[in-house]
Nanobody
Framework: QVQLVESGGGLVQAGGSLRLSCAAS????????MGWFRQAPGKEREFVAA????????YYADSVKGRFTISRDNAKNTVYLQMNSLKPEDTAVYYC?????????????????WGQGTQVTVSS
């Protein structure tokens, strides 16, 4: 079965950076889009960023545009989320998700497998 394992979360001061990784196994990684979502306490899960199967097309939520970068290495079956200029409002559990096909979608219904999540905490 498909497994997604996130890593790289932690505690960082405002203005700092973190890089999240998500290692995938169980199906042909390069055939599927990937996405990152996050969920803060008391809030719904929200879309953060997505990347298509080849890595040539990406999309970001307005709240992270210009600060976060999604990328993938199909040889390593891994997707990344580089987060710079972090703000306290970025604090959340971050989840990677595998898409249902090669193109990405913005809603969680476009993704069929999810990781367990990694906590990101940004202190002010």
């Amino acid at each position: 079965q498909v497994q997604l394992v996130e890593s790289g979360g932690g505690l960082v001061q405002a203005g700092g950076s973190l890089r999240l990784s998500c290692a995938a196994s169980g199906r042909t990684f390069s055939s599927y889009a990937m996405g990152w979502f996050r969920q803060a306490p008391g809030k719904e899960r929200e879309f953060v960023a997505a990347i298509n199967w080849s890595g040539l097309s990406t999309y970001y939520a307005d709240s992270v545009k210009g600060r976060f970068t999604i990328s993938r290495d199909n040889a390593k079956n891994t997707v990344y989320l580089q987060m710079n200029s972090l703000k306290p409002e970025d604090t959340a559990v971050y989840y990677c998700a595998s898409g249902r096909g090669p193109g990405y979608g913005l809603g969680y219904q476009h993704y069929d497998y999810w990781g367990q999540g990694t906590q990101v905490t940004v202190s002010s």
